[in-house]
C-alpha cells in the first residue's frame, strides 16, 4: 500500500461498478476521500459510498456526464464542497462496442469520441484550473490499442487520443509537481469485456496472455494505486500496459 497523506482527495470517473469501483476501494484504502463518479443509476454508486463511509472513509456519488463540460465543472464543485480541493484524477469512464469502421454509425462514433476523448478532455482541462499542485493524474487507455484486432478501430482511436493527451499534458504541467500517467489494461473481468462475448471467446482471451487468465478489476486497481501515489514519484507521461503479458 501506498503512503499518502490522510486527507487527500481523489475523483474517479465512471466508479459505480467494475474497474472504477475497485479503484475507489483501493484508493479509499489508501487513505483517499472518495468522490464517485456516475453516469446514469445511482444505485450502484450510492451502495459503494455506503460500503466506503462504512469503513471511515469520506465518500461521495456525483451525477455527471464527463462528455459535457458544464458537468464536469458542477462535479469539480461538489467535490471541492463536500471533500476538499482534488489531488488524486483517476479518468476511468469509457464505452467500448465492437463494431468493424465501415459499419459504425454516427452515432456510435460521436458516444464513442464524447465519453473516451472529450471526456478525458473535459476533466483534464478542469484539473489544470482547480487540482492542487503534487496532484496526480491517471488516465485509461487500453491494450487493445496494441493488438489492432478488427472492430476496434473507433474505440482504438479514442485510446491513441488519450495516450497523446497523457504525454503531452505531463509536460504542460511543468512545473506544478503534477504527474501524469496512464494504464492501459488487457481483457478483465468485468461486464465492458464480458458482455456479448460467447464463452468460446472468453475462453480464447483468456488464454491469450502467458499467464493464461483475464485480468480481474483489483488488478488494474493496484496499478493505478501505484500511479496515485508515492512509490511512483519519479514516473510521468508514461502507459503502463497491465495486460499479463498480452502484448
Given at each position: 500500500m501506498n503512503a499518502i497523506k490522510n486527507g487527500q482527495v481523489a475523483i474517479v470517473t465512471g466508479a459505480s461498478r467494475g474497474i472504477g469501483a475497485e479503484v475507489a476501494r483501493r484508493l479509499a484504502d489508501?487513505?483517499?476521500a472518495v468522490a464517485i463518479n456516475y453516469a446514469s443509476s445511482s444505485s450502484e454508486a450510492d451502495a459503494l459510498v455506503a460500503e466506503l463511509t462504512a469503513k471511515g472513509?469520506?465518500?461521495i456519488a456525483i451525477k455527471a456526464d464527463v462528455s459535457?463540460?458544464?458537468?464536469?465543472?458542477?462535479m469539480f464543485d461538489a467535490t471541492e464542497q463536500q471533500l476538499g480541493k482534488v489531488d488524486v484524477l483517476v479518468n476511468?469512464?469509457?464505452v467500448l462496442k465492437t463494431v468493424p469502421l465501415a459499419e459504425t454509425s454516427d452515432a456510435l462514433y460521436d458516444q464513442t469520441f464524447g465519453i473516451n476523448v472529450r471526456g478525458t478532455f473535459n476533466t483534464l482541462r478542469e484539473a489544470a484550473a482547480r487540482m492542487n499542485d503534487g496532484g496526480r493524474i491517471v488516465n485509461f487507455s487500453s491494450t487493445t490499442l496494441a493488438l489492432n484486432m478488427p472492430g476496434y478501430a473507433i474505440y482504438n482511436a479514442t485510446k491513441a487520443a488519450v495516450e497523446a493527451f497523457t504525454h503531452v499534458f505531463a509536460k504542460e504541467l511543468r512545473g506544478r509537481d503534477i504527474r501524469v500517467n496512464a494504464v492501459a489494461p488487457g481483457p478483465i473481468a468485468t461486464s465492458l469485456f464480458l458482455d456479448g462475448k460467447t464463452e468460446e471467446?472468453?475462453?480464447?482471451f483468456a488464454?491469450?496472455?502467458?499467464?493464461?487468465?483475464?485480468?480481474?478489476?483489483?488488478?488494474?486497481a493496484s496499478i493505478v494505486s501505484f500511479l496515485a501515489g508515492t512509490d511512483s514519484g519519479w514516473v510521468n507521461g508514461q502507459v503502463l500496459?497491465?495486460?499479463?503479458?498480452i502484448a
Open positions: 489508501d487513505g483517499l472513509t469520506k465518500a459535457k463540460a458544464d458537468d464536469v465543472h458542477a476511468n469512464a469509457g471467446q472468453i475462453e480464447t488464454k491469450m496472455p502467458p499467464l493464461q487468465r483475464l485480468g480481474q478489476p483489483e488488478d488494474i500496459r497491465g495486460n499479463g503479458g
